[in-house]
DNA sequence: GATGAATGAGGATTCATTCAT
DNA sequence: AATGAATGAATCCTCATTCAT
């Protein structure tokens, strides 16, 4: 009665899709925004549009809901950065990534805070995400890195991890700080204006990293 | 011994500032490790060796004791980043401060992830925090960094906030992420050796970035 | 036979309002019995067959079960003492009015010691209590007092509050100092038998009341 | 040292009598509003500008504390009543009696207020309450009430115990019941003019109640 | 798929009380 | 006589979760 009668095989319905994704959506928000423990599914639920009870049939408790969420959100960002894995010449790509992943998070600002939540907590869920998604990442990134470092380059093949590392916390810190910084600065770091400003400063930035040397190391 | 035999009467009784403090020192491990949601109190009353209860004699709630946690570590911080305030110029001071920051946070690890958890929950101590603390830092930074951006210099005044909100990324965001990046690159990044490096690492990209910007600005 | 087999549709299952009313029964006796502080909600979920927890389910916290309790007790209350609207003449219905108060109050006795205690320590309750449902019955009780008292009648107008406090006081008190009675009497005052005579007496007293002075108004 | 060297042994020094009478005081005020439970100890202590650990200098504990309170406030108010035993007969002391008891509950007005919680929550303390204090009272009330209650009186030796007490609940309803009141009717019905006008309508009621029965009982 | 009701575990906090100072 | 610190027990209430409907 409640059930449709027709494509009843046809995998979970419509509705089921939409629910699942509403919960996620605001599951993400909220994990981002209180972290895990603040977080309550009684709120997630609501927020949802539904009752905690209903929530469970969808995920089979509040972590698998959380690594849901975590999944959701990284595997995008993942399949962004693998252009990185094409062995093109980092200072090529360079702009086109960081503009891209700016862009990228800038439409999922939850994300970056959530992981950076995630990273400082050192939670339960923080291996998981490490060696299924960043630590292949930071390979990658770090032979790309590596590989361009010639002898006449600023930074030294010991100094990829810091500088892969640097842009993580460049990149993720502008996101993760938002909330505090728009309060001292005054604008919100996460409008438009403000992340085209800083994809601008990053790319800027970029640039000047890979400047070399000159010949006297005078500041 | 552990009674002082003179000015036996001056302020609280020795004891009271030892539990007091041990309270803090706890409180502070256990908020950067797990969050303020995720903490509580009578963890924190366990790992000072005190009853729950006990420790309301203390502290008149989680908040209370939370902020005092902040407080406790965030002015010293503020007080040896005031260097800036004596007007000299940024790039002869600029890697003491440095150093002398990440020297600071390395003895108060906790300090940095509880701020950056903080930061990016953005909870109700944000702006306390914000309007106090960081506030006025920032705009002493801004300054300085502003006098020194001559008509030649690589960066404009525009992107002051930028720029000195990057090196916050870059020195917290080494902190915050650490447990993430202890699992992704295999050593911790707080050991001695890691925070020397990255202390190095740091004071290098600030002379880079210093650098005058050449002619063609190929990249 | 205990689930209705028709409108099986109709508000909330059977059940739900089955343990709401046992809550809210038990609560009555309770808070009758040993104030708003001194019942435990514990104590009001053991009573009722239930968990703490569960109770929660059924009123958002302890104050609204108290509030529930005291509407469901005052709201019948209030449509009984309605009679006073009537305009009718008020030594007619009064011995109705007496009698049917205190049959029903005994039916209910928890109910005066309930509002006596609220009285007594004027808690946040009060006021509403107050505005909501004692005072238009005090306005009516006042006005229809004032309208009997003539010129030759024992009591002026201005005595009228004072004469349906007093009433309130012969009723309630009967209630709310059974306990004590009780003890010293020797015979509870809440039995069918005493509360009968006390009925009898107040009707009688009542009467004795609206007797016309004498000339002399020796006592 | 901090104890003063002379008249060590003059019984308890003069302070600690004051703090005592300073803590029964509030005791008395806080137990009247709140209840037993609902007052702290805590509480009576702040009020008191003392430690609750300074209060158990005085008080054994906080049952002894409330017996304390009950047992200051009720012995003056037995003294004021033995009037009756003298055997006067009550028609003559009844008005003086009337006015004297309201006269001293004025004074204490929250002893009726405590008294009223005590019995109707039927306490532990009730029984001593009753047994000590109330218990012999009554006797003597109804004794002296029996005794003149002739043939020709209106009311019957078997009400005597009803209209004893019908005058119980008019006292000490008035104050009990004070606080609802107030919101109700609009004035204080412990200032002054109200207590007056309370005792004066009282003592009419008192003379209204004794007179006799005309020949056809019609209201 | 949705929900109301139920619950054990645990949350923060208050309580009355003790004791060394 | 006064108090700061300590505490076990109890407070109200929320949590994640289950299950019958």
């Known amino acids: ?3 449709p009668d027709i494509a009843i095989a046809e995998a979970p319905s419509r509705g089921a899709y939409q629910t699942r994704d509403r ?8 994990f981002a925004h209180r972290g895990f423990a603040g977080t309550s599914v009684r709120d997630i639920a609501t927020c949802a549009g539904l009752t905690p009870a209903s929530l469970y049939n969808h995920f089979s408790n509040k972590d698998a809901l959380y690594r849901a969420v975590l999944e959701r959100g990284v595997q995008p960002l993942i399949e962004r950065l693998s252009v990185l894995a094409t062995g093109q010449d980092v200072h090529e790509v360079g702009p086109q990534i960081i503009e891209g992943i700016m862009a990228h998070l800038a439409e999922h600002s939850h994300l970056p805070r959530l992981i950076s939540l995630e990273a400082a907590t050192g939670g339960e869920h923080l291996n998981e995400l490490a060696r299924d998604w960043i630590q292949p990442l930071m390979n990658r990134a770090i032979a ?3 590989d361009e470092s010639h002898a006449d380059s600023t930074w030294t093949a010991e100094e990829a991890p810091l500088a892969i590392s640097a ?3 460049l990149i993720f810190g502008h996101f993760s700080m938002a909330p505090l910084l728009s309060e001292v600065l005054g604008r919100d770091p996460l409008s438009p204006e403000a992340l085209a400003d800083q994809s601008r400063f990053l790319v800027k930035l ?3 990293m890979s400047l ?3 010949d006297d190391g005078a500041a």
């Open 144 to 146: 790309a890195f590596e």
């Open 167 to 169: 842009w993580l916390y």
């Open 1 to 3: 009665m409640s059930t």
């Open 206 to 208: 970029a640039k000047q």
């Open 212 to 214: 070399p040397v000159p």
């Open 23 to 30: 919960i996620l959506d605001e599951a993400e928000a909220l």
